[in-house]
């Protein structure tokens, strides 16, 4: 499975961005998808992610209220709606998919990654 990010950008403090994640192929269906950032000297962290039916979702305290996560199945694809935009949200975003259908906050627990998508947020 190969996971492509896109979507990101520079953006104002305040302003919005979607991001989207695309898997290769008609795969992933029976698991959940996440979102993890990483800033520069930072570890990477855990931003949202969303179970198999997209019924389930969680979310960073710090973007709760902020972040949406969804996804579309017919075009294999998961977004992250990013509103309120703040210079701490200044990252580079990866989507990733974990060996479970649920929603899981567990970095460990990821086996794909796509390849990241810079956003960074000007104050």
């Known amino acids: 499975v190969q996971l492509q990010a896109s979507g990101g950008g520079l953006v104002q403090a305040g302003g919005s961005l979607r991001l989207s994640c695309t898997a290769s192929r008609r795969t992933g269906s029976n698991n959940g998808m996440g979102w993890f950032r990483q800033a520069p000297g930072k570890e990477r962290e855990f931003v949202a992610s969303?179970?198999?039916?997209?019924?389930?979702?969680n979310y960073a305290s710090s973007v709760a209220g902020r972040f949406t996560i969804s996804r579309e199945y017919a075009k294999s694809t998961v977004y992250l709606q990013m509103n309120n935009l703040k210079p701490e949200d200044t990252a580079v975003y990866y989507c990733a998919m974990p060996r479970s259908s649920t929603s899981t906050s567990r970095l460990e627990y990821y086996r794909y990654w796509g390849q990241g998508t810079q956003v960074t947020v000007s104050s």
């Open positions: 969303i179970d198999w039916r997209g019924a389930g979702s």
